[in-house]
Structures are given as structure tokens and as C-alpha cells.
């Protein structure tokens, strides 16, 4: 399943905020198949390298290369439209809305003919597409038809990850998929993000939490003060390595 | 939607024990097809208040200014008719050789103010960034206002009394009268639009996240010019309704038909926060005071016993629909 085909790279990626220099000559890849994990203090550009990916900000300098073709994410908009879907930390769910509702919002399948030019939803169809998406992944919600304020927070976030892996042709970002939830519902998400890199879609995930970084991720991408410090293999790396990488404490894993 | 249904059980429940109990009180006198004609007559501007009124406050919203733009529409749409019905001294004779136009351009006029005063709603709203409460705080002065110095503050006399007899007081089949006739129509393309169309849905989704909707690529600034313009429309048809129904254009009386008409959408179980709401549902809330004015006229109580009532109703119903809510979300 793996493999070193890039997805996504981004070179020489520097975003200022004022005097502030958020990212540094950043490099970053994403490979098929892969989960890439990107590590970093608060403050040390993940969100910044996050929004910049998803044409949420504009890089002051630097190139995203997207399946070899030099591109610009002028928004999020954009980045969708490529296959790039994100989950972000706070969910961005409709709580009022069912399951349904939600991972089909802003892309409603409508009915044929006149009816569906007026606007009609079909309604049916995307239960069943929601249905059949849940299955794969395994995500269990009581029942996809009531709103989501009524499920756990762990559901919830399955409904989200669903609806980004339902959309994502090419990439799944998600952002501290996991700093809300429980234990059970963390271990939950995590094997959702096993699933997703079978389908050979590549993950990058966000996240703060090193054991749940070595427990999934295929490499290890480490940001410290705007600049990538070093990348880990997680089966020679230890979580000390990570965190010395992150604290800038000891290079360790050194990039080449 | 079922669980939809079984939030707003309780209005349900409120509106057939009141039709009950007056029955019994009153007899044939309350229950008589055309008491009920009567009522709903009464109702039918509040009851297209209530659904424009209700897309507005799903998307988290509210409109103030529906009674404004009521009062706005009908006053340009009562003069608008009386000018082109013809010179002033013919229609002073109440003699109207160009009614023909006038009466039809002056239905255009009432409905393209109630179109246009919405759309400067949704500006405010969608542009200048105003919270709504503000914006149509707002525009329910600058509305009103312009309504009394069109009008000079008195009701606009000499209106044909055509629109009458052709609009308010002819019944359609035999037995509908126009205004209910409108107003089954608009329920109706309401209902479709609110929970079968993606301009229900996404109402629904700006008023529960309005940031997810963002996100997901759904242009919220532009679905809420929409749905203010909507309320606008609405409102100005309840404008025509008006002077359909009272053959003049009457300045001093909606000034409280905003509340009216956002009690009667909350009492239908429609949030103030937004994300929920029914149009079922607001026009039990605008049946359930219409039903209790009627009935304590005839049952021979004071008519302000009606706001008491209202009043404890709408606080029930916003009670028990927030302690239903909570008990859902522990589950």
C-alpha cells in the first residue's frame, strides 16, 4: 500500500503575520497511501501550513505542487475542488442536522428533471450513499436520520471524518481529529484513519498527542518555530525523539 | 422529522383543546364552517408574517420590520391605485375608469416594496454586518416612517373598492375566500421549499452552523439576502391582503404585528437560535391567538384576556420546548 509517490508537496513555503514569520522555507510532502503525521508546539505553524494547504491563506512565498502540477489555492474552495478535504478540530457539523444532512451539505444530490432544477432533494438517495459510506468505514451512529446534537461527541466526529473521506478524492487533512473525545472514541477515530490510508487515500493528521502520533502514523513531520526540524520513521523513533525534536532540546532525527 | 413533529405535539394539542372547549361553550355559534372562514380570514396576513418570518429566524436571524414593510407596501401599493384608477376628481366621485391598470400595477407596486424593503433588510444584514436585530430594529422605523409620510399619516382613502370585491370578498369554488386561498398556496410552497429543496437546507444549516456552512462552500451571505427578501415579499402580500380587505391602506395598525408574528412562529416550536423550526408549526402559533380572540368574543370575555393568554402560552411553549431540547442533547 505504501508507496513514495507525492501526492501534495509544498516547497519553500515562508508566511509572515507582521514580524511574526509563522512558517520558514517549510518543505512538506504527502504520499499515497500514507499517514503523515505533523507535529508541533502551540505555535509552531501547523495551523499556519494547514491553512496555507487548504487555500485558506495565501503563502508570501514558495510552491504547492498538486500531482506534479504547480497549483494556487485561492480557497478553501479551490482546495475542495481538488480532492483536498479537511476535518477541522471544532467539527464544523450542523448540530440541528442529521447525519445525512451534514455530509451532504453544499453538495446535496437533488432529483431529476424540473423537480430537481427547482431545488428538490433526493433525499432517499443520500441516505442510502450515507448508509453505504458509514458501512465502509464502520462508523455505528444510532440512526443517520436524527440531528447530530443527539449523538456523543465521538459520533459526531465520525460524521465528520465520513464526510470528508465521502468528498476527498486525494487527500485527508484532519486537525487534532481526537482533542475532544474520549479514550474509546479516540481509538474509534484512529482505526477510521487506518481505513482511510486502505483506501490509499493519504492522511495527514494533526495532532499533540504522541502516543496516538506512533500508534498511526507512517512518518512523523516535526515543526518547531515555523521551520520543519526533522522527519521520523515511528519504528525507529522514540516519543522522546519526537518531543526533543519539538522542544528544539536535541535535533534528533536530523533531516538530510 | 418525526421528531420534528413530536416537538411541536404540544401546540398541536393546545390548538385542538381550545377548538374543543369553545365548541362546547358556544356551540354552532363557534363551530360553523363560516366562524372558521372568518378566522382564518383574521389570520391570513399575520399567517404570511409568520412563514416569511420563520425562514428568518431558522437561519438564526429575526425581522422586526414586517409589520413596517406591511404598512410601507400597502400604503404605495393604495396610492399607486388610486392614481392610475383615474383623475383625482373621478376618483373622489369614486368613479374609476382606469382601474383596469390600476389596480394591477398597484398590486405590482405593494409586492416590489415588500421585495425591495427584504433585499435592504439582507443587505444590512449580509453587508454592513449588522446583527439583524439592529438592522430591522432599524428599518422597522425608517419603513414605518416613510409609510406615514407617503400617507401623510392618515389611511389613504378613495382605493377602488374593486380590489374588494375582487380580491378580499370573492370566493374562489364558492366557498374560498381569495385571502385564505393565498395563504394555503404560500403554506403550501413553503412546507416544499423549508424540508424537501436545498434552499431549506441550507436555512437550516446557516441557522445551526453558520460557519460549517461557510466551509462546505455555501454562500451564506447570499442564501440570507434570500431569505430577507423573502420575509420582505411575504409581508408586502399581506400588504395587498390589507387593502384587499379593508379597501384602504391603514397606517396605525400593524405597529405590533412583528411580535405577533415572531410569537407565533416560536410558539410553533421554531428557535430563536436558530437551526429548528417548522412552517406547520407557525401556523398552529398563528391559529392558536386568532382561535382564542374569536372564541372570547363570542364567548363575551374581554378581548385583552387574549394577549394574557398569548402571553403564558408562548412561555410554556418556549419551556417545555427547552427542557425537551436539553433532555435530547444528555442522551
Known sequence: MRGDEAVLQVRGINKSFGAVEALKDVDFEVRRGEVTALIGDNGAGKSTLINVITGVLEPDSGDIVFEGERVVFASPHDARERGIETVYQDLAVAPQLDAVANIFLGRERRKAGILGWLGFLDQQRMREETGEQLEELRVRIPDPTKPLSTFSGGQRQGVAVARAVMWASKVVIMDEPTAALGVAQVGMVLDLVRRVRETGIPVVFISHNMPQVFDVADRIVVLRLGEVVAELDPEEASTDDAVAAMTGSLRGGERE | MLSRLAGSAFIFLILAGLLIAFSILEGRAFLSGDNFLNIAVDASELLLLAV????????????????????????????????????????????????????????????????????????????????????????????????????????????????????????????????????????????????????????????????????????????????????????????????????????????????AAISAAVIGGTSLFGGIGSIVGSVVGTFIPAVLRNGFVIHGVQPFWQEVAIGIVLILAVFIDQRRRSAEERM
Open chain 2, 52 to 259: 416569511g418570518v420563520t425562514f428568518v429566524i431558522i437561519t438564526a436571524g429575526i425581522d422586526l420590520s414586517v409589520g413596517s414593510i406591511l404598512v410601507l407596501s400597502s400604503v404605495i401599493a393604495a396610492q399607486t391605485m388610486v392614481a392610475l384608477s383615474g383623475t383625482d376628481q373621478q376618483v373622489q366621485n369614486f368613479t374609476y375608469p382606469n382601474q383596469a391598470v390600476g389596480i394591477p400595477v398597484g398590486i405590482a407596486a405593494g409586492l416590489l416594496t415588500g421585495l425591495v424593503c427584504g433585499f435592504i433588510n439582507g443587505l444590512l444584514v449580509t453587508k454592513l454586518r449588522l446583527t439583524p436585530f439592529i438592522a430591522t430594529l432599524g428599518t422597522l422605523g425608517v419603513f414605518l416612517g416613510t409609510a406615514q409620510i407617503l400617507s401623510g399619516g392618515t389611511n389613504v382613502p378613495y382605493v377602488p373598492p374593486a380590489i374588494q370585491t375582487h380580491v378580499s370578498t370573492r370566493q374562489l369554488l364558492g366557498f374560498l375566500p381569495v385571502p385564505i386561498a393565498i395563504g394555503l398556496v404560500v403554506v403550501g410552497v413553503a412546507i416544499l421549499a423549508l424540508h424537501r429543496t436545498q434552499f431549506g437546507r441550507y436555512t437550516y444549516a446557516i441557522g445551526s452552523n453558520a460557519e460549517a456552512a461557510r466551509r462546505v462552500g455555501i454562500d451564506v451571505d447570499r442564501h440570507l439576502l434570500k431569505v430577507y427578501t423573502l420575509s420582505g415579499f411575504l409581508a408586502g402580500l399581506a400588504g395587498i391582503i390589507d387593502v384587499a380587505r379593508f379597501n384602504t391602506a391603514s397606517v396605525g395598525a400593524h405597529t405590533l404585528d412583528n411580535l
